[in-house]
């Protein structure tokens, strides 16, 4: 088997790379990530997970077209709630919706011209995905983007698959209390991004 080409020292520091066009607020609390990678997204259940999901997915629909795959829920009334809620039809030309759509279709939707460059899962525990599958996914589409979205374990993604995708990623984000704050390899201000006022401040009076 022929063995790779090293990578000198100067290629690599003149190296471009495609970033992410993001809104202040989520340069904030992200720094300037690029179009492409592994992602993680966890916290409990109430805590804004949705929300926060899909207030991104808005605003990275600058950056590319967007597939957000809601494998758990489904087309169903509570999506529906949160797509309004979150006001999608402002970007519903950059952004489309998976009604649970197992891996295997997703991998041939990816396969086609002009698929999306952004792919949020929902979530990672229906996937079915075991570490091997995982790392052939992310091997075959090394340039899209995709951003896993997991239930927690207490301030910890649930369930060993997550937890070595958490350490695997490049950008990791933890929903608490209505804020997102995150864990990343490439920089930011790591200024917690607050996804519903109301609900932070409910959350800090109970904690007091």
């Known amino acids: 088997m022929a063995v790779k080409r090293a990578v000198s020292v100067d290629?690599?520091?003149?190296?471009?790379?495609?970033?992410?066009?993001?809104?202040?607020?989520?340069?904030?609390?992200?720094?300037?990530?690029?179009?492409?990678?592994?992602?993680?997204?966890?916290?409990?259940?109430?805590?804004?997970k949705t929300g926060f999901s899909l207030q991104l997915a808005k605003a990275l629909t600058l950056s590319g077209?967007?597939?957000?795959?809601?494998?758990?829920?489904g087309a169903r009334k509570s999506m529906q709630n949160a797509i309004v809620a979150q006001n999608m039809?402002?970007?519903?030309?950059?952004?489309?919706?998976?009604?649970?759509?197992?891996?295997d279709d997703l991998k041939e939707r990816l396969r086609r011209k002009k698929s999306p460059d952004i792919i949020f899962i929902d979530s990672l525990q229906?996937?079915?995905?075991?570490?091997?599958?995982?790392?052939?996914?992310?091997?075959?589409?090394?340039?899209?983007?995709?951003i896993f979205i997991s239930h927690a374990d207490g301030k910890n993604p649930e369930g060993s698959l997550a937890k070595f995708v958490k350490y695997d990623a490049d950008v990791k984000i933890?929903?608490?209390g209505y804020r997102a704050m995150c864990l990343s390899r490439l920089g930011g201000d790591k200024e917690p991004y607050t996804i519903w006022e109301q609900g932070a401040a409910q959350f800090d009076l109970k904690i007091k």
């Open 89 to 103: 039809q402002e970007v519903k030309s950059r952004f489309t919706i998976g009604n649970r759509e197992g891996i």
């Open 126 to 146: 229906y996937t079915g995905l075991n570490k091997k599958e995982y790392k052939l996914l992310k091997e075959e589409f090394h340039n899209k983007l995709f």
């Open 174 to 176: 933890r929903v608490e």
């Open 65 to 73: 077209k967007v597939f957000y795959n809601t494998l758990e829920e």
């Open 11 to 48: 290629e690599i520091t003149k190296k471009k790379f495609k970033e992410l066009e993001l809104p202040p607020e989520f340069k904030k609390l992200l720094g300037t990530p690029e179009c492409s990678g592994i992602w993680i997204i966890w916290g409990e259940s109430f805590n804004g």
